[in-house]
């Protein structure tokens, strides 16, 4: 149909109409087609198990729970897969015997192809670059390990962030199967489905969200951890508390000298309840992948995160997730979202549990004499992408979004902070640590 010029100008103005004359586009549905384009939507629905269990001692003997775990998967179908498992060394030099256990454990399991233990080195310095990375990938060639095989990656949360990344990437993604080996780890990231490495100075800035083929919890690994580390990872089980579970949060206060003593069956009781927290939130949270700005388990995280970068990584991530909930829990007091008892009552679990309310690193400055840290909001909102999102509390167990911090209010929670924890007698540890 040829259709009036008039009145196509009209529709589409003159512009459009020369553009679709040159380029030979004359009857009015080719036109129209050519303004509304076409396409259609499509929804694509997935429906991932996230498998998370508790044992102790996974890979004794007499414990099937791996072995049946695993088979549920390809080795069900009657075909041997391969096992792939990556090591960190501290832990592989807490446990001496382990690397012996693992491979007794799969030669006795049929179905199983063992590829071995490979033992590298974790903790931060794994993270700050690629070299570890790099040989996650060659052993996984090496090994042909395919998407149909485990790898199995056992150590602190900063090992299973890289060994996580170079698995969900190898071949679009090789299935993992994560053992965490710290309380943070246990208690808060291997349940996550996330990874990374660092880059740019920041952190995290490479990676993916990667939802692990199961997470094993394993007890016998909480207790071998440096003291000082053991406990600092509770402070994401007091974050999740905060924000989800008021009763659990009476309960690490109630809890809290056994915990600070690392009484094992308290800390236990403590990493699996905040795991199954983190682990709710994420599979019925609604955003698993994180694609909008609203971020709880990110409480008190802004600051931490800046922190951790302003220090080059020297104040470990619990320390400053621990001083990052104690600001932005005073911001919700001094706000009037809670009450001075219930932020008092915060301050004081994390001194109770050796934690630190302040760093040194609050008092840098960039050339206008403005904390250095207040830039970490707009690095946050850099990361979440859209509007800058911050909770805050409305209550213990009850958080709140907002958009906007003052950094006047910032300056004055920082300094109530470092006061109350020097004017502390509850400060179990020298915060010089
Ligand atoms: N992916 C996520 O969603 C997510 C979430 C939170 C934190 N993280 C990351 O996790 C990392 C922090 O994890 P972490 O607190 O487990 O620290 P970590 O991995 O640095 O481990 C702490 C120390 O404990 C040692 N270690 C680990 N297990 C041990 C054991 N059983 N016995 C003896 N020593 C042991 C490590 O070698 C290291 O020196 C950070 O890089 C942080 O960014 C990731
Ligand atoms: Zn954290």
């Given at each position: 149909?040829?259709?009036?010029?008039?009145?196509?100008?009209?529709?589409?103005?003159?512009?459009?109409?020369?553009?679709?004359?040159?380029?030979?586009?004359?009857?009015?549905?080719?036109?129209?087609?050519?303004?509304?384009?076409?396409?259609?939507?499509?929804?694509?629905?997935?429906?991932?198990?996230?498998?998370?269990?508790?044992?102790?001692?996974?890979?004794?003997?007499?414990?099937?729970?791996?072995?049946?775990?695993?088979?549920?998967?390809?080795?069900?179908?009657?075909?041997?897969?391969?096992?792939?498992?990556?090591?960190?060394?501290?832990?592989?030099?807490?446990?001496?015997?382990?690397?012996?256990?693992?491979?007794?454990?799969?030669?006795?399991?049929?179905?199983?192809?063992?590829?071995?233990?490979?033992?590298?080195?974790?903790?931060?310095?794994?993270?700050?670059?690629?070299?570890?990375?790099?040989?996650?990938?060659?052993?996984?060639?090496?090994?042909?390990?395919?998407?149909?095989?485990?790898?199995?990656?056992?150590?602190?949360?900063?090992?299973?962030?890289?060994?996580?990344?170079?698995?969900?990437?190898?071949?679009?993604?090789?299935?993992?199967?994560?053992?965490?080996?710290?309380?943070?780890?246990?208690?808060?990231?291997?349940?996550?489905?996330?990874?990374?490495?660092?880059?740019?100075?920041?952190?995290?800035?490479?990676?993916?969200?990667?939802?692990?083929?199961?997470?094993v919890n394993d007890f016998q690994f909480l207790h071998t951890q440096p003291e000082d580390i053991r406990r600092d990872g509770l402070v994401e089980a007091v974050k999740v508390a905060l924000v989800r579970d008021g009763d659990f949060f009476n309960w690490l206060e109630d809890n809290a000298d056994f915990?600070?003593?690392?009484?094992?069956?308290?800390?236990?009781?403590?990493?699996?309840?905040?795991?199954?927290?983190?682990?709710?939130?994420?599979?019925?949270?609604?955003?698993?992948?994180?694609?909008?700005?609203?971020?709880?388990?990110?409480?008190?995280?802004?600051?931490?995160?800046?922190?951790?970068?302003?220090?080059?990584?020297?104040?470990?991530?619990?320390?400053?997730?621990?001083?990052?909930?104690?600001?932005?829990?005073?911001?919700?007091?001094?706000?009037?979202?809670?009450?001075?008892?219930?932020?008092?009552?915060?301050?004081?679990?994390?001194?109770?549990?050796?934690?630190?309310?302040?760093?040194?690193?609050?008092?840098?400055?960039?050339?206008?004499?403005?904390?250095?840290?207040?830039?970490?909001?707009?690095?946050?909102?850099?990361?979440?992408?859209?509007?800058?999102?911050?909770?805050?509390?409305?209550?213990?167990?009850?958080?709140?979004?907002?958009?906007?911090?003052?950094?006047?209010?910032?300056?004055?929670?920082?300094?109530?902070?470092?006061?109350?924890?020097?004017?502390?007698?509850?400060?179990?540890?020298?915060?010089?640590?």
């Amino acid at each position: 149909m040829v259709v009036n010029e008039r009145k196509l100008i009209h529709i589409v103005g003159r512009q459009w109409l020369d553009h679709c004359l040159l380029a030979n586009l004359l009857d009015l549905t080719s036109v129209l087609r050519s303004i509304f384009m076409n396409g259609k939507d499509y929804t694509i629905s997935l429906e991932i198990e996230h498998r998370i269990r508790f044992t102790r001692g996974a890979f004794t003997g007499g414990n099937r729970m791996l072995a049946g775990l695993l088979q549920g998967g390809e080795a069900a179908s009657g075909r041997v897969v391969k096992v792939l498992v990556y090591l960190e060394q501290a832990v592989a030099i807490a446990f001496p015997s382990l690397v012996d256990e693992i491979g007794a454990y799969f030669t006795d399991c049929p179905g199983f192809d063992f590829r071995g233990v490979r033992v590298d080195v974790g903790a931060e310095e794994c993270k700050r670059n690629e070299k570890v990375l790099r040989r996650v990938w060659d052993g996984i060639e090496e090994e042909k390990v395919d998407r149909h095989s485990y790898v199995l990656v056992i150590g602190g949360g900063a090992f299973l962030d890289v060994v996580g990344f170079g698995a969900a990437t190898a071949h679009r993604g090789v299935r993992l199967v994560r053992f965490p080996t710290t309380t943070l780890s246990q208690d808060d990231s291997g349940v996550g489905v996330k990874n990374g490495i660092n880059a740019f100075g920041k952190k995290n800035w490479i990676g993916s969200f990667a939802v692990p083929y199961a997470v094993v919890n394993d007890f016998q690994f909480l207790h071998t951890q440096p003291e000082d580390i053991r406990r600092d990872g509770l402070v994401e089980a007091v974050k999740v508390a905060l924000v989800r579970d008021g009763d659990f949060f009476n309960w690490l206060e109630d809890n809290a000298d056994f915990l600070y003593d690392l009484k094992p069956v308290v800390l236990e009781e403590a990493v699996e309840r905040s795991a199954i927290l983190h682990a709710e939130h994420i599979a019925m949270g609604g955003d698993p992948f994180e694609t909008g700005s609203s971020r709880p388990l990110d409480y008190g995280h802004w600051s931490a995160h800046k922190l951790e970068q302003l220090t080059d990584f020297a104040l470990s991530h619990a320390e400053a997730v621990s001083v990052g909930v104690a600001l932005d829990t005073v911001y919700s007091w001094r706000t009037g979202r809670i009450s001075e008892e219930d932020a008092h009552r915060v301050l004081d679990l994390l001194l109770n549990l050796g934690l630190p309310l302040y760093h040194e690193a609050f008092e840098l400055r960039d050339s206008e004499g403005k904390r250095k840290v207040v830039a970490g909001l707009e690095e946050f909102r850099e990361h979440l992408g859209g509007e800058l999102t911050v909770l805050l509390l409305r209550a213990i167990g009850k958080g709140e979004d907002v958009h906007q911090l003052d950094e006047c209010l910032l300056d004055l929670c920082i300094e109530y902070n470092s006061e109350y924890e020097k004017n502390s007698h509850l400060l179990k540890v020298d915060v010089g640590r």
